[in-house]
Structure formats: structure tokens, C-alpha cells
């Protein structure tokens, strides 16, 4: 029986705006509408869709960024040996909460604050959690630039972060978020402003650093190919709710959903003689599917760890 | 033998800037035959845009053109006054540019944009004509003929995209080059968006230029490729030899760190090292720090540099079809 | 820190200024700008120097107690009713240089035609005094330094207690949001409202204002106002950004991210701010001078305000060593400023940069 190392139960996230200008009625976009996933210790989840399917509102909501409306989240606390929920955390605990989570993000020139030099950027965790002795940390800053690949460390130490490639920025943005050893990290498509031929130098560093330092990611991302490479089980997401989560392999072999399928067939594949046939389906058809399913339909498992959304998905082949 | 629609022959093109200059596009020769898709493959920095821009001759005011020949349909565009340019652009070769979709101007219906665009060229077509016309492009591309009289803000990601292609087909261009139109959209609109474009060059008979550094994207939409690093070209041939035969060691390492979803998952190889800054100036083959298999000669320079043909139409730097 | 880090650290300030001041370097404005202020610094500084070397004696050239002892022989004339006579062409003319009109002295014993000797004051430039004296024997050139030294003062401390002010009152709005936004907003369109020369009339009528209470309330007002609107609005754009998220992850106070890492990317902005803000410190020093409600010794705006209570003002060009410097400077200085800051608007601004 694999230790989960966090439990997500019915997450629900809602945004209010109000509809016009001269209306009073609020109307409600239900960013995450429930969904519920579990990532067991030393695996990887990717989290798959479409922009604007609610994957950057759970990572949010998972860090305690922003607030979510309703549902359970449940970290396993070492000390207590228990998973735990992260609601009302006291000073405390929250401390611990923030030394193992953290966040990579996309954009690697807006994730350095630019007036600060890399030595600095990387101590700041440190810092804040009060860890060890200042000639400690330094050595705790140089050992990890050299395990993310930035040598020899002095080069990098007093630079600014304009000064950087964006490869080397997201290796920064890598090396402060690791410094903590932190049990789970949020990814939040960090390669996808990278050039290509450096994309898997960089998922190769992050896949060695989570062998190593046992580390979980959920890895957020709009490109399949991409999250094949760096993750375990794969859920696919579609207008706030996960429609199918299985493991990578048994996903792409063995799509059921017909968004998933949709989804998978659309990527462009790099080889010329390849005939790709595409899956279409009727998205509108789709769409009022998913909203009128206030009641959290549920997950059915249909064996091998592979769960799919029970919608009635007739109307839309 | 298939006539070419653009011929480009040692092309070198600088920027002048603070620094100095910087050559941005470095003795390009290609072409591309009526009818066929081209692709041009390359990452940030290796000059695929500015050969874009140098096409229709609309690259920013500090670049210049030193030398090269740029033929479209048998006309020499290099040299052209700026009113004989004028009536070339959008009627002999049109493009959609890299974030086109933001380039809508936000206070002017969409179909008033693109009649400004044909009144430009057909100023005796009467309003009516042009609607007319409009409304043909939207169908080709699958808008719907409402979004005419609609403000760009109203319209999706790929609702603007499929705009801008409506755009440069608006006046009957032989060539559209097409620089990243679909990388900000997400993967459904995308393939549905490159089958647009696949239908409609059909339709037409349209040469297509498309210049991507999604490698996977140009083995589908191309039929003849080349691929760029820091302002070269480094190999260039039919889509389908190059991807079952690459020479040159940049080419395989493209194809080689691509992840797919179909088949067995791979392990891949990474390439070191970054795209190189061209302002530094080029000692050798600029791809020698991040080959696997560098020799003496492609890091000193002393290797010849160079296209030289391997197959049938497939051309590939000379010094790495000799290292093998 | 290692040695080779203090090292790397030097020449990569080094680099970052070198760039800075090549881009600063490109701005013709800015250049100019920078040319006048620092010639009126110059001037700040030289007074004391000359005071301190002796090429000046103190008893003569202070700008406030000197007085020109020289005394001069002067030809006495009874200046005629109607003109022109032969002698002068316009009532200007007379009494010419080197003379007096009789209606003026006041010793019985002289009469026209004999030499009376007096010092003469306002006195001309002349070899002696650059810019000649005041009617009360004071050197021109050296009120002018003192001037000088009044509005750098002046314009540099206004303007630091303004953008420290505002800079801090804009992070706050923009980061804690909420009420206190709201409050510090509406308090920011209340300072704005209030008609500024006016206000400050009123304050010196209760308080007797001195350079340095000068300088803060200008401070304190200009901080106050519109600034901190600007401000808040590019901390909120740093608010949004992926770094500061990535603080608050790490769990970050809000201290912290507020002090560490909003303000330091509002600071530009801010010291553009300041340097415009100097603009309007000098100018308004030398507006409430000339209306003399400043309890100052010594200042540009006191020189003019002098210049018109003995009548002189109005001489025309006559008496213009009283008047033209001291005005000029003004000018100059607040436009030196003001260019200033469009040069450093190229450097800290890349939008606008050309190349």
C-alpha cells in the first residue's frame, strides 16, 4: 500500500465577478469544480489541459497562494506520521507547510526578482527559515549551484539575473527551490519558454534531482510529450474537472475519455511518414456535459489504476 | 521540373546596433517550388524570423541587407523602391507574423482591417466586392461570416489566428510564409488551425513557407525543409530524408531531444550549452561547443564550411557530412 | 564572502554603471541637464573655498554682513526738468554713471559741481565684484553662491523626505490593499485638491519657516499627493509577479516581501520622482522668498524680493546685476533638474530607449 504523500478530495475553487457594469447579479466561474487525486511518496503527477482548465487555479490552491472555496487537501506530516489537513494551520506547523512546498514557475524572467543577485535569491529560503550557520548557507548556495549545473559557482554568484540565459534562470529558479529539500514541488510548465534543445537538459536535472532528493512534483503542463517524460500518472483536466487519470503509459495506450483521446491524437508527431489520425469530438456538446454536472459525478475504475470521469459521453463522439 | 515561386540565393543580412554588427542571417540559399510547403526549422536567435522579414522587406530600420538575391516568380526584390515593394507585399508573397493575434489594432472591426489590406491593392473593388470576399476567406478558414463586423478583444486565441491567416490570403498572394502561427495556442486549436491551412493551400495552390521550431509541426506541414542555427543553415532537403537520414550533428540533436507521445517512450538525449549569442564573432562551425562529436577541425575552423549535396536534393554541411 | 566574489562583485557594479552611464550619456538632454547642475554645485562648493584659501576676504564678500567699503568720488549735478537737453537725451540718463543728483544729497555744504564722495551702492560689476553689489554693499556673486547652496539644500532634502514618503505609502496601498488602500487613495486625492502656493502661505503665517522646515513641508506635501499614486500602481505591478509569489511560498513574511523585494523594484521610479521633485522645490522656495514669507539669510528668491522692496526692480536694465542672476539661476537650476530627469527616464525606462 504506497504512502500518499498529499490527498486532494472535491477541491473546489470559484471566482465571483460581477456580470456588467450596471448589473448586480455575480455570476460565478468554477475554475476548479471538484476534482479529487492523490500522489503517492517519489511519484510524479502531470497535470494535463487546456488553457484555462482550472490546472494553475489547483496549483495555486495547493501552495496556499490563493484560498480555495472548498474541499480537502491533506499533506502527510512527518512528525505525526499522519496526513493531516492544511486548513487552520497555526505558526508552527504553517512553517513546516512552507519548507516542503515549493513553486517552479513558467516564465523564467519574471521568476527572479531582478534586483537581487542569484547568491542572494538562492539564500533567501534559507534565510527565512533561520537553517544552519550563514558560512553554512553559503556552502549550502555553492554545493547546489553545482548540482544544478551552474559551474564554477563563483561565475554565477554575484551576477544579476538579466545577465542569465533563460536556461540558466530556470536552473536558478531550480537550484532555490531544491536548497530546502522540499517533500513536493509544483511545476508549473517550466520549460515551456525554453528553447528546445535545452528543454531536456532541464527535465533531465529536475527527473535526477527528485530521484535524489525524493521529491514529488505535480507537473503542470499543456503538452503531453511533456509530461509523458516526467511523470508517473498523468490527469487530464477539462473545464475544472479531471475527466481521466491513469498512469502515463496506460493513458496514451489506452485513452478512454473522449477528450483524452481528442487530446492525445491532436499532437503533431515528428516523423513524416507518420499518419496521424485525429479524434474528433463535439466540444460544445462536451462542455454542457461538464457544467451541468453539479454532483461531481465521480471517478469509475476500470481496472490497472486507470479512473475515468462517468459522464454520459454519447452525445459527443 | 516544377518553376520555383522564391528563389534566395546567398542572402547575408546584419543588424547594426550599439555593439557593433551582428550578422544575423549568414549566406542563406534556398527555394521553393510552386505549390509545396517549405519548412524552416530553428530555435530563438538562429535568424529564421529575420529571413522572414527580409522576404517582404519589412525588417526594422537598423537591419540591412549586405548582399543576396531574393527572387520571387522570377522578380528581383532586392533593390526595389519602396512603392514597387508595396504592391509586391500582400499580393505576390503576404505573412503571418509571430503573435499575430495581438497585432490586430483593438479599436477597428476586424473586417475593416482586412478591407484596408485589399483596398490597397484592388482600390477599384467597391465595398461590396470586398465583403464579398471576406466572407469567402472566413469560410476557407472556418469563421463564421459574423465575426466581420466584431472587435478583436471579442474574439478567442484562435479565432484571431485564423483571422490573420484570412488576412494574408486577402489578396491572392503566390507565397504566404508563415512564422510560428500557432505557438500560443493550445494543442486542439493548433492541429485544427494547421489543417485550415493545409485545406486551404490546397484550395489555391498556395507556396507556403512555414517556419516553426516545433520539429514535429514541420514533419507534418512540410514537404522540403531546412534547418537554421546562429544564422546558417545547416542542412536542408526533402522533409522525409532528413528526418530518417540527418546529417548534420545539430539536426540529429534536434530530432533526438523531441519527445512524442506515440510509441515507446525513449530516453532522450540533451543537448548542452545555449543557442549562441550572435554578436560573438564565429571561429568555425558555431555548433562545435555543443556537438557530441566535435573534431580538431570543426572547433578550429579549419574544416571547410558549406552545403554540399548528399542525396538527391538533400544538402548538409560539408564538414559534418565527412565527420559523420 | 571570498575574495574572488568581492572581486566579481566590484566589476560587475562596475559594468552596471558603465552601461547606465552610456545610455545616460545618449540622452542630449540629460547631458545638458547634468551640465548646469553640476555648474551650480560648483558654485555651492567654491564659496567656502575661496572663504577658507582668503582670496576672498570674509569682511567683504559674505553674502550677508559683507559690505564693499570702497568709496567713490562722484560729480554732482542738478538733474534739468525737461528733456532733452544736451547733456541727456531721457530722465534715465540722468544722473550718469559717476554722478549724483543734487535732490539726493543730503549735505548742505555740497553744490552742484563739486565731487561728493560716497560709496556707491548698488554698485556695477566691476573688476573687484563679477557681478557688482546690492544697495547694501553686498557682493552679487557671492549671494548667488549662497543661493546656490540654498536650493541644492533645499531641493535634495524636500525631495528625499517626498519620495521616502511616497514610495512607502504607495508599497503599502498596493500590498495590503483593502481599507488601508482606499484610505491612503482618498487621503492622496485630498493633498492633491489643495492649492499648493496657497497652502503654504497659511503654514508660514503660523510657523515661521526656516530652510529646513521648508524643505520638509514641501516634502511632506509633494509626498503626499499624486506620487504615491503612481507609485502604488507599479508596486502592484510587482505585486503580480511570479518572484513575489515565490516568496510567499517560501513563506516570506509580509515585512519582508514588502521591504525586500516590492520597494526595491519601486525604487527607480521613486528616484526619478525625486529628481523631478527638486524642479518644484526651487521653484517654490523662490516664489515664497519673493514674497518674502521665508525666514531666510540668504537665497536666489531673497535676492529678487531685496531687488524690489529698495525700488529697483523695476529700473529696467539699469540695475540689472540685482536682478537677472538671481533669476536666471533659478531657472537654469530647475530645468537642469528637470533635464536630468528625462536623462535618467532613458536609462531606467527601456521602453524608451531608441536602440
Not at chain 1, 165 to 193: N, W
Not at chain 1, 238 to 246: H, M, S, T, W, Y
Not at chain 2, 134 to 145: Q, T
Not at chain 3, 184 to 207: G, K, N, T, W, Y
Request: charged residues 20%; proline residues 5%; contains cysteine.
Amino acid at each position: 500500500m504506497k504512502k500518499n504523500l498529499i490527498e486532494v478530495k472535491n477541491l473546489e475553487k470559484y471566482f465571483e465577478t460581477s456580470a456588467g457594469l450596471f448589473s448586480r447579479k455575480k455570476s460565478t466561474i468554477k475554475a476548479v469544480d471538484g476534482i479529487s487525486f492523490e500522489i503517492p511518496f517519489g511519484e510524479s503527477l502531470g497535470l494535463v489541459g487546456q488553457s484555462g482548465c482550472g490546472k494553475t487555479t489547483t496549483a495555486r490552491a495547493l501552495c496556499l497562494l490563493d484560498e480555495k472555496t472548498s474541499g480537502e487537501i491533506n499533506f502527510y506530516n512527518t512528525d505525526t506520521k499522519n496526513m493531516e489537513s492544511i486548513d487552520n494551520l497555526n505558526e508552527e506547523e504553517m512553517k513546516s507547510f512552507r519548507r516542503n512546498i515549493q513553486m517552479i514557475f513558467q516564465d523564467p524572467y519574471e521568476s527572479l526578482n531582478p534586483r537581487w543577485n542569484i547568491k542572494d535569491i538562492i539564500l533567501e529560503p534559507l534565510n527565512i527559515h533561520n537553517i544552519g550557520s550563514l558560512s553554512e548557507r553559503e556552502d549550502a548556495v555553492v554545493e547546489i549551484l553545482k548540482t544544478v549545473g551552474l559551474t564554477p559557482p563563483e561565475n554565477y554568484l554575484p551576477r544579476y539575473p538579466h545577465e542569465l540565459s533563460g536556461g540558466q534562470r530556470q536552473r536558478v529558479s531550480i537550484a532555490r527551490t531544491l536548497i530546502m529539500k522540499p517533500k513536493f514541488v509544483v511545476c508549473d510548465e517550466p520549460t515551456s519558454m525554453l528553447d528546445v534543445s535545452i528543454r531536456i537538459s532541464i527535465m533531465d536535472l529536475m527527473l535526477n534531482l527528485a530521484k535524489d532528493l525524493e521529491v514529488s512534483y505535480l507537473y503542470i503542463t499543456h503538452d503531453l510529450a511533456v509530461a509523458r517524460y516526467m511523470c508517473n500518472r498523468i490527469a487530464v483536466m477539462f473545464n475544472g474537472k479531471i475527466v481521466e487519470i491513469a498512469e502515463t503509459e496506460e493513458l496514451l495506450k489506452n485513452p478512454i475519455h473522449p477528450y483524452t483521446k481528442r487530446l492525445i491524437s491532436s499532437i503533431p508527431v515528428p516523423d513524416p511518414t507518420y499518419e496521424r489520425v485525429v479524434y474528433d469530438i463535439d466540444f460544445t456538446e462536451l462542455d454542457n456535459i461538464i457544467s451541468k454536472d453539479t454532483e461531481n459525478i465521480g471517478m469509475v475504475d476500470i481496472g490497472n489504476e486507470h479512473f475515468v470521469a462517468t459522464h454520459d459521453v454519447k452525445g459527443i463522439l | 521540373m516544377q518553376e520555383n515561386i522564391l528563389e534566395v540565393n546567398n542572402l547575408n543580412m546584419h543588424y547594426e546596433t550599439l555593439g557593433g554588427e551582428v550578422a544575423a542571417v549568414k549566406d542563406i540559399t534556398f527555394h521553393v517550388k510552386k505549390g509545396e510547403s517549405f519548412g524552416l526549422v530553428g530555435e530563438s536567435g538562429c535568424g529564421k524570423t529575420s529571413v522572414a522579414m527580409s522576404l517582404v522587406q519589412l525588417q526594422a530600420d537598423n537591419a540591412k541587407i549586405s548582399s543576396g538575391s531574393i527572387k520571387l516568380d522570377g522578380q528581383e526584390l532586392i533593390g526595389l523602391s519602396e512603392n514597387e515593394l508595396r504592391s509586391v507585399r500582400w499580393d505576390g508573397i503576404s505573412i503571418v507574423f509571430q503573435g499575430a493575434m495581438n497585432a490586430w489594432n483593438p479599436v477597428i472591426k476586424i473586417g475593416e482591417q482586412i478591407r484596408e489590406a485589399i483596398r490597397e491593392h484592388y482600390p477599384n473593388n467597391s465595398k461590396l466586392q470586398n465583403i464579398e470576399k471576406i466572407k469567402e476567406l472566413f469560410e476557407m478558414v472556418g469563421l463564421d461570416e459574423s465575426i466581420i463586423d466584431r472587435f478583436p478583444h471579442e474574439l478567442s486565441g484562435g479565432m484571431k489566428q485564423r483571422a490573420v491567416i484570412a488576412l494574408a490570403l486577402s489578396c491572392n498572394p503566390k507565397l504566404v510564409i508563415a512564422d510560428e502561427p500557432t505557438t500560443a495556442l493550445d494543442v486542439v486549436i493548433q492541429d485544427q488551425i494547421l489543417n485550415e491551412i493545409k485545406k486551404v493551400q490546397d484550395l489555391l495552390g498556395l507556396s507556403l513557407i512555414y517556419i516553426s521550431h516545433d520539429i514535429a509541426v514541420i514533419a507534418e506541414m512540410t514537404e522540403r525543409m531546412a534547418v537554421m542555427y546562429a544564422g546558417r543553415i545547416v542542412e536542408s532537403g526533402p522533409t522525409k530524408n532528413i528526418f530518417s537520414d540527418p546529417k548534420h550533428a545539430y539536426t540529429r540533436a534536434l530530432l533526438e531531444s523531441t519527445p512524442s507521445v506515440v510509441g515507446e517512450k525513449v530516453k532522450l538525449n540533451s543537448l548542452d550549452g545555449e543557442p549562441p549569442s550572435l554578436i560573438d564573432a564565429e571561429i568555425g562551425c558555431s555548433f562545435s561547443p555543443r556537438c557530441s562529436k566535435p573534431t580538431e577541425n570543426c572547433k578550429s575552423g579549419k574544416s571547410e564550411m558549406g552545403l554540399i549535396e548528399v542525396a538527391n536534393g538533400h544538402f548538409a554541411d560539408k564538414c559534418c557530412v565527412e565527420c559523420g | 564572502m571570498s575574495n574572488s566574489e568581492k572581486e566579481a562583485r566590484k566589476k560587475i557594479r562596475r559594468a552596471a554603471i558603465n552601461k547606465n552611464w552610456s545610455l545616460f550619456k545618449q540622452s542630449r538632454l540629460g547631458i545638458v541637464g547634468l551640465g548646469i547642475v553640476l555648474f551650480f554645485a560648483f558654485l555651492a562648493i567654491l564659496q567656502p573655498i575661496l572663504f577658507l584659501t582668503g582670496v576672498w576676504n570674509e569682511a567683504v564678500y559674505d553674502p550677508v554682513v559683507g559690505y564693499e567699503p570702497e568709496r567713490v568720488n562722484l560729480l554732482v549735478v542738478e538733474c534739468p526738468q525737461q528733456y532733452p537737453t544736451e547733456k541727456y537725451a531721457e530722465p534715465n540718463d540722468c544722473p550718469a554713471r559717476g554722478e549724483v543728483n543734487k535732490v539726493l544729497v543730503f549735505d548742505p555744504s555740497v553744490s552742484v559741481g563739486d565731487y561728493y564722495e560716497t560709496s556707491l551702492q548698488p554698485a556695477p560689476p566691476s573688476s573687484k565684484h563679477i557681478l557688482g553689489t546690492d544697495s547694501l554693499g553686498r557682493d552679487i556673486f557671492s549671494q548667488l553662491m549662497e543661493g546656490s547652496q540654498v536650493a541644492f539644500l533645499l531641493g535634495l532634502l524636500s525631495a528625499t523626505v517626498g519620495v521616502a514618503l511616497s514610495t512607502v505609502l504607495g508599497s503599502i496601498a498596493a500590498f495590503f490593499g483593502g481599507r488601508v488602500d482606499a484610505y491612503l487613495m482618498r487621503q492622496s486625492d485630498l493633498v492633491l485638491m489643495l492649492p499648493f502656493l496657497p497652502l503654504l502661505f497659511i503654514i508660514s503665517a503660523f510657523v515661521e519657516l526656516k530652510v529646513w522646515h521648508l524643505a520638509v513641508v514641501l516634502g511632506i506635501l509633494g509626498g503626499l499627493g499624486g506620487s504615491v499614486i503612481t507609485i502604488k500602481s507599479a508596486a502592484l505591478q510587482v505585486k503580480v509577479k511570479p518572484f513575489v509569489d515565490s516568496a510567499r511560498i517560501t513563506g516570506g513574511s509580509r515585512m519582508r516581501i514588502l521591504f525586500s523585494h516590492i520597494l526595491p523594484n519601486v525604487a527607480p521610479l521613486a528616484l526619478l520622482f525625486m529628481v523631478f521633485s527638486v524642479t518644484g522645490a526651487i521653484a517654490s522656495e523662490s516664489v515664497l522668498s519673493f514674497l518674502g514669507l521665508l525666514n531666510i539669510d540668504m537665497s536666489w528668491g531673497l535676492m529678487i524680493y531685496l531687488s524690489q522692496t529698495d525700488g529697483y526692480i523695476f529700473s529696467g536694465l539699469k540695475y540689472w546685476w540685482l536682478i537677472l542672476p538671481a533669476g536666471l539661476s533659478v531657472t537654469f537650476l530647475a530645468g537642469g533638474f528637470y533635464l536630468v530627469g528625462r536623462g535618467l527616464d532613458e536609462v531606467f525606462n527601456p521602453r524608451l530607449r531608441e536602440r
